[in-house]
């Protein structure tokens, strides 16, 4: 049942209020007990070390209502372990993966008036954050920390929905350091992006596809999303120390070597976009967002993908299947969904 006058079918992906958040706090070296809150303030120290010194790390993931109205959330187990590597990166107390998965449930259950309906296409997106609260100002990790999950029900993460963008490379910009945070889920990272990601937007791309921060010479990742590329029918993803290894790449990984793609994940020079049949985005939010064009806008190198301005074969293919087990219409053979 969904009793709300939410237009589920034009969400974008934004901040719509839901009912309720829960929170688990780690004080005296032990987590407490799952609190149950309607309000979507929460009262820190001014000198909380998430505030000053960045110690955050989040998570994103999303569940779906099947024709048959179940509520279906997606690799729960895969997002409790992430966020444990990146807290362990910030030298944060990891939220064990138990009680990551009973808040996961409870706040979703609690908010299940908010998981969009079958086929509107929209989702309701999960995300859980921990934060450093201890107060102090020297540099040093926190004693105490809050672990909160909050939901929003969300559409497409690209205005376009699953139709080609285009994309662009700058060298002039460096999102994460060679062996620095890339490969974890904090906020910084993201703070980083922003001059690049606001420069590309102005100029009309949806996202900037970063080079490694080391040569210049290897694709890492694009934008919140990785990338992947089909060349001569071989699915072809960057490896990288400077990437988040995102989730959505793992499934679709699965999904390409079940049906007889070969899939490589190894270094990717800029120039082998010469030779790509299809390229795209790929993550939580993103799904697998179609590429058209990557311009290089040092080079002035434009790397045409889609030749007729519409997803190719393989990504279409690749989308649906990942989109039918989510909401429940294919079978989930790889144990993805965990259901309410
Ligand atoms: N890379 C970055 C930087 C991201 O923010 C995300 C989004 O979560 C991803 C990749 C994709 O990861 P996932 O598929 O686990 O959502
Ligand atoms: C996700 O795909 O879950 C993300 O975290 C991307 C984003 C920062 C909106």
Same mark, same amino acid.
């Given at each position: 049942?969904?009793? +709300?006058?939410?237009?589920?079918?034009?969400?974008?992906?934004?901040?719509?209020? +839901?009912?309720?958040?829960?929170?688990?706090?780690?004080?005296?070296?032990?987590?407490?007990?799952?609190?149950?809150?309607?309000?979507?303030?929460?009262?820190?120290?001014?000198?909380?070390?998430?505030?000053?010194?960045?110690?955050?790390?989040?998570?994103?993931?999303?569940?779906?209502?099947?024709?048959?109205?179940?509520?279906?959330?997606?690799?729960?187990?895969?997002?409790?372990?992430?966020?444990?590597?990146?807290?362990?990166?910030?030298?944060?107390?990891?939220?064990?993966?138990?009680?990551?998965?009973?808040?996961?449930?409870?706040?979703?259950?609690?908010?299940?008036?908010?998981?969009?309906?079958?086929?509107?296409?929209?989702?309701?997106?999960?995300?859980?954050?921990?934060?450093?609260?201890?107060?102090?100002?020297?540099?040093?990790?926190?004693?105490?920390?809050?672990?909160?999950?909050?939901?929003?029900?969300?559409?497409?993460?690209?205005?376009?929905?699953?139709?080609?963008?285009?994309?662009?490379?700058?060298?002039?910009?460096?999102?994460?350091?060679?062996?620095?945070?890339?490969?974890?889920?904090?906020?910084?990272?993201?703070?980083?992006?922003?001059?690049?990601?606001?420069?590309?937007?102005?100029?009309?791309?949806?996202?900037?596809?970063?080079?490694?921060?080391?040569?210049?010479?290897?694709?890492?990742?694009?934008?919140?999303?990785?990338?992947?590329?089909?060349?001569?029918?071989?699915?072809?993803?960057?490896?990288?120390?400077?990437?988040?290894?995102?989730?959505?790449?793992?499934?679709?990984?699965?999904?390409?070597?079940?049906?007889?793609?070969?899939?490589?994940?190894?270094?990717?020079?800029?120039?082998?976009?010469?030779?790509?049949?299809?390229?795209?985005?790929?993550?939580?939010?993103?799904?697998?967002?179609?590429?058209?064009?990557?311009?290089?806008?040092?080079?002035?190198?434009?790397?045409?993908?889609?030749?007729?301005?519409?997803?190719?074969?393989?990504? +279409?293919?690749?989308?649906?299947?990942?989109?039918?087990?989510?909401?429940?219409?294919?079978?989930?053979?790889?144990?993805?969904?965990?259901?309410?």
């Amino acid at each position: 049942m969904n009793n +709300t006058d939410i237009d589920w079918s034009n969400l974008g992906f934004g901040y719509v209020p +839901t009912d309720y958040n829960v929170r688990c706090h780690f004080r005296d070296g032990k987590w407490g007990e799952i609190e149950v809150s309607t309000s979507d303030k929460i009262d820190m120290h001014i000198a909380a070390t998430a505030l000053h010194y960045g110690q955050e790390v989040f998570e994103g993931l999303k569940a779906f209502r099947g024709k048959d109205d179940k509520i279906r959330i997606f690799r729960l187990e895969e997002n409790a372990k992430r966020i444990r590597s990146s807290a362990c990166g910030l030298m944060m107390e990891p939220v064990p993966v138990e009680l990551f998965k009973e808040m996961v449930l409870k706040v979703v259950e609690l908010n299940a008036r908010f998981v969009p309906p079958y086929g509107t296409g929209a989702s309701l997106y999960i995300r859980p954050i921990e934060l450093g609260m201890t107060a102090q100002i020297g540099v040093k990790p926190a004693s105490e920390y809050v672990f909160i999950i909050m939901v929003s029900p969300v559409g497409p993460y690209f205005k376009s929905g699953f139709k080609p963008t285009n994309i662009c490379i700058m060298r002039e910009f460096d999102r994460v350091a060679p062996q620095g945070t890339g490969r974890w889920k904090v906020g910084g990272n993201y703070a980083a992006s922003l001059s690049a990601g606001e420069k590309a937007h102005s100029l009309g791309y949806s996202a900037v596809l970063y080079l490694d921060p080391k040569e210049k010479r290897y694709l890492d990742e694009c934008g919140p999303a990785n990338f992947y590329a089909i060349k001569d029918g071989v699915y072809v993803t960057p490896a990288s120390d400077s990437i988040l290894p995102s989730i959505t790449n793992d499934s679709l990984m699965t999904i390409a070597r079940h049906n007889g793609i070969k899939v490589e994940q190894r270094h990717v020079t800029v120039d082998e976009l010469e030779h790509v049949d299809e390229a795209a985005a790929c993550g939580t939010a993103a799904v697998a967002s179609p590429v058209g064009e990557i311009d290089d806008l040092d080079t002035g190198k434009k790397y045409v993908i889609s030749k007729d301005g519409k997803p190719g074969p393989v990504t +279409t293919m690749l989308y649906n299947t990942l989109r039918g087990i989510q909401n429940g219409d294919i079978e989930d053979i790889f144990g993805w969904n965990t259901i309410l």
